[in-house]
């Protein structure tokens, strides 16, 4: 009488069929895994990125709402003049100590540059101070004492004025928009008045930085 064995266990081919499963598991757990942390990399860097647009935001009105502080008593209104106690130049660079540029005519038609120069008179000394956007990177410079902005050629920037406020190369590109118009100062909702409308804008990436404006109630002229 034959006696017939019955066989216990998995076969070849089924623990074949069982490492092919579990390879293609493991396959697409790592595609997740990898896909999450490029996800999560570039949380991490608009996050980042938004917190210094926020910050250049902060930093770039509370600087600029200087601009015409003090000037032009005499003036009707009093305050400072657009093209005189606020220049804008074009192609601004900074090199060293030194300041290039071309200056942009500042009127009621919107201009655009990448440096805004500005005078302040504070305990009858006049000082100058300036914002320059270069090689991605926003850079505030001054005060330093000066006769005006618009004497911004002759000045010497010793590096010990100048203060990077974001982490270079963060955006592509930005620069400066400004007209002589009707604006609210500090962007608050009360009757417009003549000043000059400066708007820091955000171009390329990232998409998701605002446009920042900011009335220079102080430049009424």
Do not use: E
């Not at 089924?14 to 499963?21: A, K, N, Q, R």
């Not at 390329?204 to 109630?217: T, Y």
């Amino acid at each position: 009488m034959k006696r017939h064995h019955i066989q216990n266990g998995f076969s070849l081919i089924s623990l074949m069929v069982g490492i092919i499963v579990s390879m293609v598991a493991i396959i697409g757990l790592l595609f997740s895994y990898k896909s999450l942390l490029a996800n999560a990399s570039s949380v991490i860097t608009k996050a980042s990125t938004s917190s210094q647009s926020s910050t250049n935001a902060i930093l770039v009105a509370r600087n600029l709402q200087q601009a015409g502080w003090g000037v032009g008593a005499a003036a009707t209104p009093p305050g400072g003049v657009a093209n005189t106690d606020v220049v804008l130049l074009s192609s601004a660079i900074l090199a060293g100590t030194t300041l290039t540029g071309t200056p942009v005519t500042l009127s009621t038609a919107s201009a655009s540059g990448n440096a805004l120069i500005w005078d302040t008179k504070i305990n009858g000394a006049l000082s100058c101070s300036a914002l320059v956007w270069s090689n991605g990177g926003l850079t505030l410079i001054g005060p330093i004492s000066c006769i005006n902005a618009a004497a911004w050629s002759s000045l010497i920037w010793p590096l010990s004025s100048q203060t990077p406020l974001n982490i270079p190369n963060t955006f592509n590109d930005a620069n400066f928009t400004a007209q002589r118009t009707t604006c609210w100062p500090y962007n608050a909702g009360l009757s417009p008045q003549s000043g000059l409308l400066v708007t820091l804008n955000y171009n390329g990436s990232p998409p998701d930085s605002p446009p920042v404006d900011i009335c220079l109630s102080n430049i009424p002229n």
